[in-house]
């Protein structure tokens, strides 16, 4: 099931690049252009959902499966001091793309970022750089 104006729909189909890190049958996890830390990915389940509060449980429990193994990559991979795993359901709560995600989030000690970020465009080749730590 997609939405075919979905961003996160057409990521999952291939109609749209990603730099993709991880997949199984049920999800998907990518770079996130607009990091807010070096590593920021992201989890979707391959069906669409428009939030936490229509995802099936089972997408539910995919995701979340996926968000751990992406937080223990980040943290051996990149090195990073603590995760935040961060969801937003509705507009109120930051949500900007209405297809459930998961933000994975690698914190460092001494990194400045504070919640909610700005997001803004990463540099690329950084984002690069760490998907290719993380695929290893």
């Given at each position: 099931?997609?939405d075919?104006?979905?961003?996160?729909?057409?990521?999952?189909?291939?109609?749209?690049?990603?730099?993709?890190v991880?997949?199984?049958?049920?999800t998907?996890?990518f770079?996130?252009?607009n990091?807010?830390?070096?590593?920021?990915?992201?989890?979707i389940?391959?069906?669409?959902s428009?939030?936490?509060?229509?995802i099936e449980?089972?997408?539910?429990?995919?995701?979340?499966?996926?968000?751990?193994?992406?937080?223990?990559?980040?943290t051996?991979k990149l090195?990073?001091d603590?995760?935040?795993?961060?969801?937003s359901?509705?507009?109120?709560?930051?949500q900007?793309?209405?297809?459930?995600?998961?933000?994975?989030i690698?914190?460092?000690?001494?990194d400045?970022?504070?919640?909610?970020?700005?997001?803004?465009?990463?540099?690329r080749d950084?984002?690069?750089?760490a998907?290719?730590?993380?695929?290893?």
């Amino acid at each position: 099931m997609s939405d075919p104006n979905c961003l996160f729909c057409k990521i999952a189909a291939g109609d749209i690049p990603s730099t993709r890190v991880y997949e199984d049958e049920r999800t998907i996890a990518f770079m996130d252009i607009n990091p807010g830390s070096r590593g920021h990915l992201l989890v979707i389940p391959r069906a669409h959902s428009k939030d936490l509060l229509a995802i099936e449980p089972e997408d539910l429990a995919a995701v979340t499966r996926t968000a751990q193994v992406m937080a223990r990559r980040v943290t051996e991979k990149l090195s990073a001091d603590g995760v935040n795993l961060i969801n937003s359901c509705g507009p109120l709560a930051w949500q900007t793309v209405f297809h459930f995600h998961m933000h994975v989030i690698p914190r460092y000690e001494g990194d400045t970022l504070r919640l909610p970020w700005q997001p803004a465009p990463g540099d690329r080749d950084e984002i690069a750089a760490a998907a290719r730590a993380l695929t290893a």
